[in-house]
């Protein structure tokens, strides 16, 4: 009950394109949903997070959107552009656990020229 | 900007010998953590550390491993007899709080660990 699955395991896309990354979780008292960003060699970086009581956030070219019935979230990436190839790790926690973060698999994203 | 920082970099250790890993968080955070991933793998939590104790630790965490905060500014994960399966890389984190900021991790680039 404490996995998070992500979807795709890899992904390439197109200069300009947009990408999408999708999670889905099955604990229902997860209430804190972040991405992280790992560039090779690096630690994750927090991208982006959302809390369940709204449906979509956006920063910049990021986007999350939060389905909290479906028990989904994905990441959209808008005009990706080749330095967002990275990997991106979605997660969840239960606010009070100490940070506890239960990750997703990752995706690899490879934006092409 | 204030960073997360690990040492060393990359370690190779024979089987059975002990390992320490050191990490120096981010001066103001409070909550201290270490994950772990293997090649290719997520990454996976290992323990988490609060004034001076351990608040909650997930079953990879055992008796082999261990975290000290020893001097005010160091927070070092020990594992005392290493196995082939601990290959990975080890990050440390730190956040500056719990409550609305549950899940603002910081982490560091990492500590390879080779087990030989």
């Known amino acids: ?113 | 900007e204030p960073e997360v920082t690990q040492t060393p970099s990359h370690q190779v250790t024979q089987m059975g010998q002990e390992v320490i890993l050191r990490c120096v968080p981010i001066s103001n955070h409070l909550y201290f953590y270490w994950y772990r991933q293997i090649l290719g793998q997520k990454v996976e939590f290992l323990v988490s550390f609060y004034n001076n104790e351990i608040s909650e630790k997930s079953e990879i965490f055992d008796d082999q491993f261990s975290v000290e905060r020893p001097d005010g500014s160091n927070f070092t994960l020990k594992i005392r007899s290493t196995k082939l399966e601990d290959s990975a890389m080890y990050f440390c984190a730190s956040s500056k709080r719990q409550g609305l900021d549950t899940g603002e991790l910081f982490f560091g680039e990492g500590s390879r660990l080779t087990v030989l």
């Not at chain 1, 028990?71 to 656990?97: E, N, R, V």
């Open chain 1, 1 to 113: 009950q404490q996995q998070v699955k992500q979807s795709p395991q890899s992904l390439i896309v197109q200069k300009g394109g947009i990408s999408i990354i999708n999670c889905a979780y099955e604990n229902t008292a997860f209430d804190y949903f972040p991405w992280y960003q790992q560039f090779p060699g690096k630690g994750p970086a927090l991208l982006i997070a959302i809390r369940p009581d709204v449906s979509e956030k956006k920063e910049g070219r990021f986007t999350i959107s939060f389905n909290k019935s479906a028990k989904q979230f994905s990441l959209h990436i808008m005009d990706s552009q080749p330095g967002d190839s990275a990997t991106y790790f979605c997660a969840a926690s239960i606010t009070g656990t100490a940070s506890k973060l239960t990750f997703g698999t990752g995706t690899r994203l490879q934006v092409t020229l």
